[in-house]
């Protein structure tokens, strides 16, 4: 069964080799006029005529079949083609009858006249038909055609006509099976023709298809990224950011921050298994999900709700590591769960060091019913940071399959403490890149940064702390 696509370039293809065969019909027949009027043998003009414009007729009749089935995207009937090639064929046959009976030349003459080479010329052209069996009976009728006129020939002639003035029967058999050999070469040719034309059109659809792809992945990234806050929250003592960039066109990271009605701010961020789309879906479900969370029970048992909601979504190969920040502009308070997500780490800067968040339990989506712990508030400091990022930063290796590691990241993050939020974040990628010397990026990247700011105030308070500590010891 042929495809749409196939048929149209067939069509196509026969509507060039009839145009070409009118082409050379039409000189055919300016040639025949001109020579039957020089040499003044009206009987053979007129028979060649006759010949030449009804097989200029028929071949007129069927392309305008052939661009009407273009034109209206239908097929052309099958018995057509028959009496095409039929027609085709057989038209040498003729031109050589028509020269018996004008006796223009000799019987046996006629056997070997140049219009025996129109057999090779239709057998020639027939292979724009892409269809081989179709061009194999060309190549059949033509040979039947020929060796029926030798057979007349010699059945009507050859006790009449002297040895000397014609070659062995056996000569005109051969002739005969060069024309059924070339119609069996120009099958050969026309079935390689048909699979580049058809190895063409696979590919035109494959590109077609892959262009569609792409342009709906691009409707997905952009829906995806639309997603994504667009701005950051604006708190007095505090400075936050948040960054993504997936792989591919889409990712299974998402970062999220979200005002809840009792005034604090849930700071969110997800990895989906894989990248691409389906991890895309996955992280877009669980945002859903955490948001109508946060505001319906804040954080209150927020990660045995996920997982279950979730656990009954996915299949048993997805899954989602999660954290969340609670925080408490009023008095800095934060507190922060994590399902299976990790590092989160905390530079607390009054002391120089890095606390890391433990995890309440496994990813979301994992095991339904899982219990997960609760954490304990924890109170930021001026110059403190909690950072959230995902697995593509430091799992991204350079081209001698080291990984740029926690340690780099800690060290990275330090060496910016005192940058903004969106600036720790734009160096952290930069001290990627450039470790990676230049190996692709094989996962999603997505950062967030929680600073409290510097304040003046701020380090007057701990000032004054760090000395009352000091007179009571």
């Not at 052939?66 to 039929?86: M, Q």
């Not at 945002?287 to 996915?314: C, I, K, M």
Request: charged letters at 20%; one cysteine or more; aromatic letters at 10%.
């Amino acid at each position: 069964m042929q495809s749409r696509a196939f048929e149209r370039a067939s069509l196509k293809s026969e509507a060039y080799r009839v145009i070409a065969l009118l082409c050379v019909l039409g000189v055919l027949t300016i040639w025949v006029v001109i020579r039957g009027v020089v040499e003044q043998n009206y009987l053979l003009l007129i028979g060649q005529a006759i010949i030449l414009a009804f097989v200029i007729s028929h071949e007129s009749v069927m392309l305008h079949h052939i661009k009407s089935a273009l034109r209206d995207d239908v097929t052309v009937v099958p018995e057509l083609w028959v009496f095409n090639v039929f027609i085709e064929s057989q038209l040498p046959t003729l031109a050589l009858f028509v020269l018996l009976l004008a006796q223009w030349m000799t019987p046996y003459q006629v056997l070997v006249a140049p219009a025996i080479v129109i057999y090779f010329l239709f057998i020639t052209l027939s292979t724009l038909r892409l269809r081989p069996s179709l061009t194999l009976i060309t190549g059949i009728l033509s040979a039947l055609g020929y060796l029926f006129v030798t057979f007349y020939v010699e059945l009507k002639f050859g006790g009449s006509t002297p040895a000397a003035e014609r070659f062995p029967f056996v000569v005109y058999v051969v002739y005969a099976a060069l024309i059924f050999v070339a119609g069996i070469i120009a099958a050969a040719v026309a079935r390689q023709v048909r699979g580049y034309v058809q190895a063409a059109l696979r590919e035109a659809k494959l590109q077609s298809e892959l262009q569609q792809i792409n342009h709906d992945l691009d409707i997905a990234r952009s829906i995806q990224q639309d997603l994504l806050p667009t701005s950051s929250p604006q708190l007095e003592h505090f400075d936050i950011a948040g960054w993504n960039q997936p792989a591919n066109q889409t990712g299974g990271d998402y970062f999220d921050w979200q005002l809840l009605p009792d005034g604090q701010l849930a700071i969110s961020v997800a990895d989906a298994t894989g990248h691409g789309i389906g991890p895309a879906l996955v992280s877009s479900l669980c945002r859903a999900y955490a948001r109508a969370s946060f505001l319906s029970n804040g954080h209150d048992r927020v990660l045995e709700r996920l997982n279950s909601l979730l656990a009954n979504d996915l299949a048993d190969d997805r899954f989602v590591t999660f954290a969340v920040i609670f925080l408490n502009p009023a008095n800095s308070e934060i507190k922060v769960l994590s399902a299976g997500h990790g590092p989160i780490l905390w530079y607390r800067r009054s002391i120089n060091k890095w606390e890391n968040f433990e995890a309440q339990g496994i990813p979301l989506g994992m095991i339904d019913g899982m219990p997960y712990e609760d954490s304990r508030l924890k109170a930021l400091k001026a110059g403190d940071m909690i950072v959230l990022v995902t697995d593509g930063f430091y799992e991204w290796q350079n081209p001698e399959d080291e990984e740029f590691g926690i340690e780099r990241l800690k060290e990275t993050i330090r060496q910016a403490r005192d940058s903004s939020a969106e600036e720790v974040i734009r160096q952290l990628y930069a001290a990627v890149k450039l470790f990676s010397k230049g190996t692709e990026q094989k996962d999603d990247l997505t950062a967030v940064v929680l600073k409290r700011k510097t304040t003046i105030t701020a380090l007057r308070e701990e000032a004054a702390e760090n000395d009352l500590l000091a007179v009571t010891k």
